[in-house]
């Protein structure tokens, strides 16, 4: 009687239906078996049973009963939560546990199903084993097929990205051919520009020695005028000329040693006749020899307090001064208004930076500081600005020659 019913748990696909029938054989209403699998060492329903159970914490603490003790026995949740039903569960071979639900057969009774379990048993392992297996191929068959399709987008993004960068690399081209056109154009304009320039301030000069000089009042201030005007002309193009210079790495430099307190006195003196509203006190002036380009070192000096005066309108003086310190000698140029904000000082050494609070009412490009910064710089020293509401100091230091 007992071979018929054991016999239908062969097939794992109706095995709960025919261990239902098992069970009722011994007076109970569900069987269960749990085998412990051997890659994560815990027990769980054999193949074929349910794989999940209502309330899991019921049932793990009742089979760790039944392997500790080698039986248990108490309420179990089936088939819902709620309904606990009367169970006993005894410890079969290879550490299986199997659990009779809706009544507590006896040893004695269920004697003839534990001979036969250790066959049962090996079945359901070899199941488990091959189950987890074809699970595995399964799973590795996705996670290839998953794989091809990465491979095929990631082939797909590298034409693009091939693409873009083909792209990108024909933009950056035509942009730097545009910036050495540009390059080129101011180059060509500002030499352009020059010629007219020099001519027309031939003429003044002709013009003003034509003019006889009892007439000189009228006629000769309107010369000077025209002649400063051409002046700031002629600075602007030279400026233009010089980016060109420097981008083209053009601007070639003669060193030679310098005496620095001489150049100060020298380029003060030049600047002053120029305004007649500032006056440019030298406060300090070490006598210094420093190695470089004598006429581009001036041109630092002389932009420095150009730009002193210019942004400081109200004021009515300018401060130089230098001083050497550890075998460099520091000039600087200090004046008295309302000075860079501080979030802006970094950016005034830029190519064409203007700082919008101090320059909106003085035309210039923007350029002066950038040639000054790039003078000093391949004279081996550094630029600087302290900058506050009371004024601005711009500074740059140059190492003193066999100090
Ligand atoms: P430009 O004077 O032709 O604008 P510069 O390169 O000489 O160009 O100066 C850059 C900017 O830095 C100026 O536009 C101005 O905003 C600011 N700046 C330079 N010197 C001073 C100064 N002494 N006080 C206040 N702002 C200054």
């Known amino acids: 009687m007992l071979s018929p019913l054991v016999a239908g748990l062969n097939n794992p696909a109706n095995r709960f239906q025919a261990a239902n029938k098992l069970a009722h054989f011994f007076g109970c209403l569900h069987l269960f078996v749990f085998i412990v699998d051997r890659e994560i060492g815990i027990l769980l329903p054999a193949p074929g049973f349910p794989q999940t159970l209502p309330n899991g914490k019921f049932w793990q603490d009742f089979t760790l009963g039944c392997s500790k003790n080698g039986h248990h026995q108490g309420l179990l949740p089936f088939p819902d939560a709620n309904t606990l039903q009367e169970s006993v569960g005894i410890l079969g071979p290879e550490q299986s546990v199997i659990v009779f639900l809706g009544g507590t057969p006896t040893h004695e009774q269920i004697r003839p199903l534990i001979e036969i379990l250790p066959i049962l048993i090996n079945l359901f392992t070899r199941e488990l084993v091959e189950f987890s297996t074809q699970a595995r191929i ?3 068959d996705k996670a290839v097929t998953k794989a091809e399709k990465l491979a095929a987008t990631i082939d797909i993004m590298r034409v693009h990205l ?12 035509a942009i730097e051919e545009l910036m050495q056109k540009k390059d080129e154009f101011m180059n060509v304009a500002s030499h352009e520009l020059k010629t007219p320039i020099t001519i027309t301030k031939a003429y003044l000069q002709i013009l003003q020695k034509l003019i006889p000089p009892q007439e000189n009042t009228t006629a000769g201030d309107f010369i000077l005028k025209a002649n400063k005007q051409l002046g700031k002309l002629t600075a602007l193009i030279n400026d233009l000329l010089d980016v060109s210079k420097i981008h083209a790495g053009q601007m070639v430099y003669h060193f030679a040693e310098i005496d620095s307190k001489n150049l100060i006195e020298e380029v003060v003196a030049q600047v002053q006749v120029t305004t007649q509203t500032h006056q440019i006190i030298i406060a300090h002036n070490v006598p210094a020899k420093i190695n470089g380009e004598q006429h581009r070192v001036e041109q630092v000096i002389n932009n420095f307090l150009s730009n ?3 942004y400081s309108p109200g004021a009515e003086k300018v401060i130089i001064r230098s001083d050497i310190n550890d075998n460099t000698v520091k000039f600087s140029v ?12 970094q950016y005034v050494f830029d190519r064409f930076y203007r700082v919008q609070e101090s320059s909106k009412n003085f035309s210039g490009l923007g350029l002066g500081l950038y040639i000054s910064a790039e003078i000093i710089r391949r004279h081996g020293g550094t630029v600087g600005v302290n900058s506050d509401a009371s004024g601005s100091e711009f500074y740059f230091t140059l190492p003193v020659l066999d100090a």
């Open 308 to 310: 002193a005066i210019k």
């Open 334 to 345: 200090r004046d008295f208004c309302i000075g860079i904000p501080i979030d802006k000082q």
């Open 162 to 173: 091939k693409d873009a960068l083909v792209e990108q690399k024909k933009d950056k081209k």
């Open 138 to 140: 399964d799973l590795a």
